[in-house]
């Protein structure tokens, strides 16, 4: 009766936790540094992405999630303990067992096969939890986002992560058509730092990539004068390199990757009904993710689909935002909540 459930997105690249009632309370890079010799865990999150390509060979940073799934699953069984209790405030005691574990509600991809949301869900128990429910990112962006995802009107959501783009189409709680990409936030910041190779001699780390693209990424032309400087190591010489570059040249660096995430929302409007493509070009499509953060996005989208497109209200936590809501409204949602076992 004392427990407390929790809705966790579980991204390639950052981590939210959602606490009943208190909402919103972790949002962390999910990323682990770690002792090789015995595998001991020194930092998760914030702190060890402050150590990442700053630390000896004894120590290795881990990113135990690639592609939306779990890539190591030691790796990220400690992870999800360590958010799970940060989120809870409570120390691992004998007393736990009176308090009672949490139910925990994970979203995963919904292109995921059986035993990558087997792997997620015996991660769960592992890491505390008493009961671990399932629920596809697409279907949580879309709760959390303020669809109306029960009633019998089609609605499109696309959500892009780190390691994913995922498109659906949702009606009277299901999902009636989706298609999902590698092609996502992580695909962006390599596509980034090969520009910087091939244009500059310059190599430059995966969060130095990140940063430019949140600086001055954009999809469509806005700001293209906006400049940037960018430290590294020069290719030809060893030494530290410092350039200027233009958000215009960073935006055609990034072109690929837009052009292939417009494809996805195409893709999945093929394969939808005509009755529910009629109510999307009303309502629209609406993108969440941390990716959809990148300015000029919904336009360029607009200009590729021909129909509106609207941001989410928090995109960044639509997952698990839409997680939490089904944990507090189980009585309407039940039916979208499943575990691996009910899918064999």
Excluded at 49 to 68: F, V, W, Y
Excluded at 84 to 109: C, H, N, Q, Y
Excluded at 313 to 326: C, D, I, Q, W
């Amino acid at each position: 009766m004392f427990s407390k459930d929790i809705a966790i997105d579980l991204g390639t690249a950052n981590t939210l936790v959602y606490v009943k009632r208190r909402g919103v309370v972790v949002n962390e890079p999910s990323i682990v540094a770690m002792e090789r010799r015995n595998n001991k865990v020194l930092a998760v999150g914030i702190e060890a992405r402050r150590m990442a390509g700053r630390t000896s060979d004894e120590i290795r940073i881990s990113r135990p999630l690639r592609d939306g799934v779990i890539a190591d699953y030691t790796v990220t069984e400690a992870m999800l303990r360590y958010f799970m209790d940060k989120a809870l405030k409570r120390s691992r005691t004998p007393w736990e067992f009176f308090i009672g574990k949490p139910r925990l509600v994970v979203g995963v991809p919904s292109g995921g096969t059986q035993v990558e949301r087997r792997a997620v869900e015996d991660a769960g128990i592992a890491a505390g939890a008493r009961e671990v429910y399932l629920i596809e990112e697409p279907m949580a962006a879309a709760i959390g986002s303020g669809l109306p995802v029960t009633e019998p009107r089609g609605c499109m959501i696309l959500d892009i992560g780190g390691g994913t783009t995922e498109a659906a189409v949702i009606s009277m709680g299901g999902m009636v058509a989706s298609k999902s990409s590698r092609v996502a936030g992580d695909e962006m910041n390599e596509d980034v730092s090969r520009f910087f190779r091939q244009q500059y001699n310059l190599l430059i780390g995966e969060y130095t990539a990140e940063g430019v693209k949140i600086n001055i990424g954009s999809a469509y032309p806005v700001d293209v004068n906006k400049t940037t400087t960018v430290k590294g190591r020069d290719l030809l010489t060893g030494l530290p390199k410092m350039v200027e570059v233009t958000a215009e040249e960073i935006r055609l660096a990034l072109q690929k990757a837009f052009a292939s995430i417009a494809d996805v929302v195409k893709s999945t409007l093929e394969i939808t009904p005509p009755e529910l493509s009629a109510d999307i070009l009303d309502r629209g499509l609406v993108v969440s993710g941390g990716s959809a953060l990148i300015k000029g996005l919904d336009v360029f989208l607009a200009k590729e689909v021909s129909f509106p497109v609207h941001l989410s209200p928090k995109p960044m936590e639509a997952v698990v935002l839409g997680g939490g809501k089904a944990l507090e409204e189980l009585h309407t949602f039940r039916k979208i909540l499943h575990t691996a076992r009910d899918q064999r």
